[in-house]
């Protein structure tokens, strides 16, 4: 059978991760990816084999730093399958009238508005829904880490109501140009972050509230969640429950941190220290007053990156079977880096 050809459109933070999963796979290859800027990044895609595509203005800015340009971004696209968009924020929707032109699928990143197409996607809540889809938007990395929790419950035990507050991380390690480098800043004021809304997005049925705030780090994101659920449980169900799961992680072994986790991870040999589990601190989970709680830690930088996989077999119509395609992805995953 033939490869499904994927275009990867922006090559930074989540762009290069989802170059090399898509490279890690049996089932897809990278036809191309895109840069504006010749930078350090670009020289890495060159160097990793990979054809870099450019917007016709860069075309000069390529060749005087002698970087070789396989062709225009719309040349790209036009070769693939699906274009994964893993422009900035609010880039991507840019790109849209492209992508219906050439009449290809497409795959938007959570910076996006929901509004970008009709579908919002998480690998266990919602697959069967981007089976043969032709647009879809992987929701952002505080949401994704947040249905990988909710969803297992809601079907074990029923979520009557979920409370979150997230301590997001200022910016990415590699980010020189974002603070704040000392406040703790409400993302946003008024309440709620965008977050709370993009799970109903998935799951429309549950009751969620979500808070942000900003802080000076870069590793993780923190959430601190309260969830009530319908039906009675212990701590050993939630913990049983969530050792089931194909992308949660229990962490211990004296860990308290977002950067000991990071640490850990560099310890697995993980490519880029990418933790692409979403992190529960098990002794956390505790029940008091029949309501849980517990923290979770979620890698920004690469917890979507899975999904994006998915997203690609599901659309593709390669894999009809979510667990089937979730277990390939981790799988291949796993030869950058050891499971725990
Ligand atoms: N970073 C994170 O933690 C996460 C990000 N996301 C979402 O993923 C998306 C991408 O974010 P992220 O990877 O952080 O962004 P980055 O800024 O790290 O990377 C964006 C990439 O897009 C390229 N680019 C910029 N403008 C254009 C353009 N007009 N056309 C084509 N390429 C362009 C940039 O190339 P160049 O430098 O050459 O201009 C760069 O390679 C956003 O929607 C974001 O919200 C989701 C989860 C986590
Ligand atoms: O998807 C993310 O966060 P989010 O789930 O809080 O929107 C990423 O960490 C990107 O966040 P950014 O908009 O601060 O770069």
């Not at 249905?147 to 979920?162: F, H, M, N, S, W």
């Not at 705030?213 to 969830?227: E, G, R, W």
């Not at 913990?239 to 211990?252: A, G, M, N, T, Y």
């Amino acid at each position: 059978m033939s490869k499904v050809k994927v275009a990867i459109n922006g090559y930074g933070t989540i762009g290069k991760r989802v170059a090399d999963a898509v490279f890690l796979q049996d089932d897809m290859e990278v036809i191309g990816i895109s840069k504006t800027k010749p930078n350090f990044e670009a020289r890495t895609a060159v160097l990793k084999g990979f054809p870099v595509y450019v917007p016709e203005s860069s075309m000069d800015a390529f060749k005087k730093a002698g970087l070789p340009v396989a062709g225009t971004i719309e040349e790209m696209v036009k070769k693939a399958d699906i274009v994964v968009d893993c422009t900035p924020g609010k880039i991507g929707i840019t790109n849209k009238e492209l992508y219906e032109k050439v009449g290809v699928k497409a795959i938007w990143q959570g910076g996006e508005s929901k509004d970008v197409c009709s579908l919002s996607f998480n690998a266990e809540a919602n697959y069967d829904q981007a089976y043969g889809a032709d647009y879809a938007r992987v929701v952002s990395c505080n949401t994704t880490g947040l249905c990988r929790a909710i969803y297992p419950l809601d079907q074990k035990y029923g979520v009557e109501k979920v409370r979150v507050t997230i301590v997001r991380r200022a910016g990415d390690p590699g980010d020189i140009k974002t603070g704040p480098v000392d406040a703790l800043v409400l993302d946003p004021v008024k309440l709620p972050s965008h977050h709370g809304p993009d799970v109903k997005t998935i799951m429309p049925h549950i009751n969620i509230t979500s808070a942000a705030i900003k802080a000076p780090t870069t590793f993780m994101h923190l959430h601190v969640l309260n969830i009530k659920l319908k039906k009675e449980c212990t701590v050993d169900d939630i913990k049983k429950l969530f050792v089931s799961r194909p992308r949660i992680k229990l962490i211990s072994d004296g860990i308290s941190s977002t950067a000991e986790i990071i640490e850990f991870g560099r310890d697995l040999g993980r490519s880029r220290n990418d933790m692409w589990e979403s992190c529960v601190f098990k002794d956390s989970i505790s029940i008091d007053d029949g309501e849980l709680y517990f923290f979770q830690a979620i890698h920004q930088e690469s917890d979507v990156i899975p999904e994006n996989i998915d997203a690609i077999r599901a659309m593709t119509k390669l894999e009809k079977d979510n667990l089937k395609s979730i277990e390939k992805t981790n799988k291949a995953l796993r030869k950058i880096g050891m499971d725990f």
